[in-house]
Nanobody
Framework: QVWLVESGGGLVQAGGSLRLSCAAS????????MGWYRQAPGKQRELVAT???????NYADSVKGRFTISRDNAKNTVYLQMNSLKPEDTAVYYC?????????WGQGTQVTVSS
């Protein structure tokens, strides 16, 4: 059984910071690529950042320089450090795990940035 549980969301003022966590289990975590996605009301889900098993990262242009994705394979956890938050970062943030067979999604965590 593979599951993902996100945490760390909340309400923050513009310019503030949050760190999201995604705890994973079910199989060998270290070989899987991980990613953070977000979905704002009325919009499609979009990629925020990804990290491969070797640690290579990729970011959406809108978050480059502000967000940092990282992983701790010993804890089966991936993180998203979000700094200099903007109201347009408000969304439900989802963790995704990409295995050889399929993708798995977490339930999401709400991030709200007030102006």
């Amino acid at each position: 059984q593979v599951w993902l549980v996100e945490s760390g969301g909340g309400l923050v003022q513009a310019g503030g910071s949050l760190r999201l966590s995604c705890a994973a289990s079910g199989r060998i975590f270290s070989i899987d690529a991980m990613g953070w996605y977000r979905q704002a009301p009325g919009k499609q889900r979009e990629l925020v950042a990804t990290i491969t098993s070797s640690g290579s990262t990729n970011y959406a242009d809108s978050v480059k320089g502000r967000f940092t994705i990282s992983r701790d394979n010993a804890k089966n956890t991936v993180y998203l450090q979000m700094n200099s938050l903007k109201p347009e970062d408000t969304a439900v943030y989802y963790c995704k795990r990409t295995t050889l067979l399929r993708d798995y999604w977490g339930q999401g965590t709400q991030v709200t940035v007030s102006s």
